[in-house]
C-alpha cells in the first residue's frame, strides 16, 4: 500500500527510475543522497522519507544494482560507494510496517551481504592495483563501504552475527596487505563493540526484568503475609467473641468491607470521569473565553456607534426636514444682515491693511538689525575687556604684545588716552602738588589732547599679584 503525502521529489526519482533504461538508474539512485544529507537527522521529516523510499521500492532497486557487475555500473565505485551509504542510511531509522518480517529477515541480510562482497572484490582490485594513486583510491573507496556496513550494524545489531559467520568476511581477515588489514581489523574492534554494547544492554534488562520479578514475587509474599496474619487474627477475636455476638461480629465486618469497596469504586469511578470529561472541560473553559473575548470586541464597537449616533440620524433626514432646517438658515440670514460696504471702501481698507504691514515688517527688520549691531558691539567690548584684564604690565610687556592691544573702537581708545595722559601728568607734577591727592581723583585733561586715531593702544592697568 502506497503512503498518502509522498515527497514529490520521491516520486519523479521513482518515476524516473522505472522509465529509464537500465544502465542509467544508478546515477538517478544517486539523487537520493542528496534529498537525504539536507534533511534534519533524528527528524520526523526524515523518517517519513525513508518510509516513502521503501514503499516505492527504491531501496530494493539499490540492493539489485549492488549485486550487479561493477564493470557494468556507471561511474565504477564512486558510484557503488555512494550507493551503500544511501543504502546504509535509508535501513536505519526505518520502520517498514507491515512488511516488517521481510525487512529484517531478507533485505537487511542481503544488504549485510552485498557489502562483505563489495568489500571483498576492493580488496582484490587493491591488490592487483600497480600505481599508487589507484590504491589510495580503492582503499578511499573500501574506507566508505566498510564505514556504511558499520553505519547499518549500529542501526541493526542482530545483522552482527550474520557478518561473522560470513564466508566474505573471514576471506577479508585472511588479507596480507597491511592497509586492507589494519581497515579490517578497525571494523572488527567496533562490530566487538557493538556487540559488547549490545550484551551489556541484555544483560541490564534481563537484570531488569528479573529485579521487577522479585519485586513482584515480594509483594505477593507481603500481601498472602499480612492476609494469614489478618485471618489469624480474625480467627483469636472469634474465640474471645461471646458464641451469641459472632453474627454480629461478621455483619459489622462486612459493612467495614462493603464500605471499603465502595469508597475504592467510587473513587475509581470518578477519576475515570474526571479524565473523560477534562477535554469537554478544556473545550468549555475555552468557549467561555472566546465569548468573554468577543462581548468585550462587540461592546467596543456599541460604544464607537454610539458616538457617532448624533451624524447618522443626519443622514436619515427626509425631504421635508431638509426644507424646514434650509427655511430656519435663511431666516436667521435675513434677521442678522451685515453692514453694507462698496467696493471702494473695501479697497481703501485693504491698502491701509497692505501699507501698516509693511511698515511693520521695514520696522522690524530695521530693529533686528540694531539688534544685531549691539549684540556685536557688546561682544567686541567683552572681548575688550578680557584682553584689558589680562594684560601684563608695562615692567612686563615685551615688544609684540602691544600690537595684540590695537583697538578699532574711537571710545576704547579716547579712555585708554585719557588714562594714559592722566598717569603721566601724575608722574611729572612736583611733589608739592601731590599733596593732599589721593589714589582715586582723577585729573582733569584738555580735550584738545583727547583727539585720538583709531588702531590706537590700550594704556590702564597692571597686572594683579
Known amino acids: 500500500m502506497k503512503p498518502t503525502g509522498t515527497d514529490p521529489r520521491i516520486l519523479s526519482i521513482a518515476a524516473e527510475v522505472a522509465k529509464s533504461p537500465e544502465q542509467n538508474v544508478p546515477v538517478i539512485l544517486l539523487k537520493l543522497k542528496e534529498i537525504i544529507n539536507i534533511t534534519p537527522l533524528g527528524s520526523s521529516e526524515?523518517?517519513?522519507?525513508?518510509?516513502?523510499i521503501y514503499c516505492y521500492d527504491l531501496i530494493q532497486y539499490c540492493l539489485l544494482v549492488l549485486s550487479q557487475d561493477c564493470s557494468r555500473i556507471q561511474g565504477g565505485w564512486t558510484t557503488i560507494s555512494q550507493l551503500?551509504?544511501?543504502?546504509?542510511h535509508c535501513c536505519v531509522g526505518l520502520e517498514p510496517g507491515e512488511d516488517a518480517e521481510e525487512f529484517y529477515n531478507e533485505l537487511l541480510p542481503s544488504a549485510a551481504e552485498n557489502f562483505l562482497f563489495l568489500g571483498r572484490q576492493l580488496q582484490t582490485c587493491f591488490i592487483n592495483a600497480a600505481k599508487a594513486e589507484e590504491k589510495d583510491e580503492l582503499l578511499h573507496f573500501f574506507q566508505i563501504v566498510t564505514d556504511s556496513l558499520f553505519w547499518l550494524l549500529g542501526g541493526h545489531v542482530e545483522l552482527i552475527q550474520n557478518v561473522l559467520q560470513s564466508d566474505h568476511f573471514l576471506h577479508l581477515l585472511q588479507a596480507d596487505n597491511v592497509q586492507i588489514g589494519s581497515a579490517v581489523m578497525m571494523m572488527l574492534q567496533n562490530i566487538l563493540q557493538i556487540n559488547r554494547s549490545k550484551r551489556t544492554?541484555?544483560?541490564l534488562e534481563i537484570n531488569r526484568q528479573k529485579e521487577e520479578e522479585d519485586l513482584k514475587l515480594r509483594l505477593q509474599l507481603q500481601r498472602q503475609r499480612a492476609m494469614r496474619l489478618s485471618r489469624e487474627l480474625r480467627l483469636s477475636m472469634l474465640e474471645i467473641v461471646h458464641p451469641g455476638q459472632v453474627e454480629k461480629h461478621y455483619r459489622e465486618m462486612e459493612e467495614k468491607s462493603a464500605l471499603i469497596i465502595q469508597k475504592h469504586w467510587r473513587g475509581y469511578r470518578e477519576r475515570k470521569n474526571f479524565h473523560q470529561q477534562r477535554q469537554s472541560l478544556t473545550e468549555y473553559k475555552a468557549a467561555v473565553t472566546l465569548q468573554r473575548a468577543a462581548l468585550k470586541f462587540l461592546a467596543k464597537c456599541h460604544?464607537?456607534?454610539?458616538?457617532?449616533?448624533?451624524?447618522?440620524?443626519?443622514?436619515?433626514?427626509?425631504?421635508?426636514?431638509?426644507?424646514?432646517?434650509?427655511?430656519?438658515?435663511?431666516d436667521y440670514v435675513r434677521r442678522h444682515l451685515g453692514s453694507p460696504m462698496s467696493d471702494v471702501v473695501s479697497r481703501e481698507l485693504h491698502a491701509q491693511a497692505q501699507e501698516r504691514l509693511q511698515h511693520y515688517f521695514m520696522g522690524r527688520a530695521v530693529e533686528e538689525r540694531a539688534q544685531q549691531h549691539r549684540e556685536a558691539l557688546m561682544a567686541q567690548i567683552s572681548t575688550n575687556v578680557e584682553q584689558l584684564m589680562k594684560a601684563p604690565s608695562l615692567k612686563e610687556a615685551e615688544g609684540k604684545e602691544p600690537e595684540l592691544f590695537l583697538s578699532r573702537s574711537r571710545p576704547v581708545a579716547a579712555k585708554a588716552k585719557q588714562a594714559h595722559l592722566t598717569t603721566l601728568k601724575h608722574i611729572q607734577a612736583p611733589w608739592w602738588k601731590k599733596l593732599g591727592e589721593e589714589s582715586g581723583d582723577e585729573i582733569d585733561v584738555p580735550k584738545d589732547e583727547l583727539s585720538v586715531e583709531l588702531e590706537t593702544l590700550f594704556i590702564g592697568g597692571t597686572k594683579p599679584p
Not at 460604544?303 to 438658515?329: I, M
Open 303 to 330: 460604544k464607537k456607534k454610539k458616538l457617532f449616533a448624533s451624524w447618522q440620524g443626519l443622514q436619515e433626514l427626509t425631504d421635508a426636514r431638509r426644507v424646514e432646517l434650509k427655511q430656519q438658515v435663511d
Open 46 to 52: 526524515l523518517k517519513k522519507i525513508k518510509q516513502d
Open 84 to 88: 551503500t551509504q544511501i543504502l546504509s
Open 201 to 203: 544492554k541484555m544483560l
